[in-house]
């Protein structure tokens, strides 16, 4: 399985951004989806969670300010981003439990993508 995000870069304060993760491989159900993100010298943060019927939580630093959503046809989970603020500068990544064939469940992550809001 191959979790492959997309959409980061560089962006003014206050402006938006739409990252997607689209998951491949032998992929029976996808549950838990989530995004992660990583600043420079500092700990991974979980920034999202949707599970696998779209319930949704959120790290207080980005309430209000930032929506996960996935589309279960496209194993596909989106993180728009928006009113970006300069301590938002991270390497996001994407996060999945994933169910595999023979009943093997194994978590997954992508390589990450650099978001980076100037100020």
């Known amino acids: 399985v191959q979790l492959v995000e997309s959409g980061g870069g560089l962006v003014q304060a206050g402006g938006s951004l739409r990252l997607s993760c689209a998951a491949s491989?032998?992929?029976?159900?996808?549950?838990?989806m989530n995004w992660y993100r990583q600043a420079p010298g500092k700990q991974q943060e979980l920034v999202a969670s949707?599970?696998?019927?779209?319930?949704?939580k959120y790290g207080e630093s980005v309430k209000g300010r930032f929506t996960i959503s996935r589309d279960n046809a496209e194993n596909t989970v989106f993180l728009q981003m928006n009113s970006l603020k300069s301590e938002d500068t991270a390497v996001y990544y994407c996060?999945?439990?994933?169910?595999?064939?023979?009943?093997?469940?194994?978590?997954?992550w992508g390589l990450g993508t650099q978001v980076t809001v100037s100020s």
């Open positions: 491989g032998s992929i029976i159900r996808i549950n838990g």
């Open positions: 949707i599970t696998s019927g779209s319930s949704t």
């Open positions: 996060n999945a439990n994933v169910d595999l064939p023979e009943g093997i469940r194994a978590e997954f």
